[in-house]
């Protein structure tokens, strides 16, 4: 499976935009770029996915790079609620049905009032 | 919109008993998979099922087994509790309408299950 590279944490203050890396050299031409996020206590919360073009919704922005090689999520003005576990994950659909989500370690992104 | 709908929240349960845990997916939706999270070992995938049939399979043991209903609600099972197996459970529910890896897949606040 292809696989992605985080950074283990980040830190940002509020009301600043925020810019997660996400690395995946291996990733192939049918995956797509999923962002999960999860907050303590809580199950993962789905964030945005692409495939190759930029994507905008109303909690943030993915910005893809053009070899597809990696990909940055952009929360826009970022609030003490968006403190929490960030997870890229590519997934594939093998003919078979989608495969599960590999979850990796994510990036804790720590917000400062 | 009801979302994912995970019961029991929480649960103790011996060594050597098993449990059974439930969830009723988002409506509409016919993909059901379950995942464990644990501090060491993260987000891990059990299993998924569609039409009640399952499709794919993490690497789990076989006291982990599952199954889906008419309805799509589905349950897990954990037979020969290990500590273990003290985890978050966690379900999740997708639409998998044939565009694959694109699919959102909408996840419950989970089940937490201690093992004593």
């Known amino acids: 499976d292809a696989k992605t590279t985080q950074p283990n944490s980040m830190e940002s203050n509020e009301e600043e935009p925020v810019h997660l890396p996400c690395n995946h050299s291996t990733i192939s031409g049918t995956d797509y770029i999923h962002w999960y996020r999860q907050l303590p206590s809580q199950g993962p919360e789905y964030v945005i996915h692409g495939l190759t073009s930029n994507v905008n919704n109303r909690m943030a922005s993915l910005a893809i790079a053009e070899d597809r090689k990696s990909s940055t999520l952009i929360l826009h003005r970022a609030t003490l609620r968006d403190a929490a576990v960030y997870y890229c994950i590519l997934r594939k659909y093998s003919g078979g049905g989608a495969d599960g989500l590999t979850f990796g370690k994510g990036t804790h992104l720590i917000i400062q009032p | 919109k009801a979302g994912v709908t995970q019961t029991p929240r929480y649960l103790i349960k011996t060594r050597g008993q098993q449990v059974t845990l439930s969830c009723s997916p988002i409506s509409g939706h016919r993909s059901v998979s379950w995942y464990q999270q644990t501090p060491g070992q993260g987000l891990q995938f059990l299993f998924e099922?569609?039409?009640?049939?399952?499709?794919n399979k993490g690497n789990f043991p076989g006291r982990f087994s599952g199954r889906q209903f008419s309805n799509s609600r589905s349950e897990m099972n954990v037979s020969t509790l290990e500590l273990g197996d003290s985890a978050l459970y966690l379900c999740?529910?997708?639409?998998?309408?044939?565009?694959?890896?694109?699919?959102?897949?909408?996840f419950g606040e989970g089940s937490w299950l201690t093992v004593v």
């Open positions: 999740a529910s997708s639409l998998e309408t044939g565009t694959g890896g694109g699919n959102t897949i909408y």
């Open positions: 099922y569609f039409s009640e049939t399952q499709r």
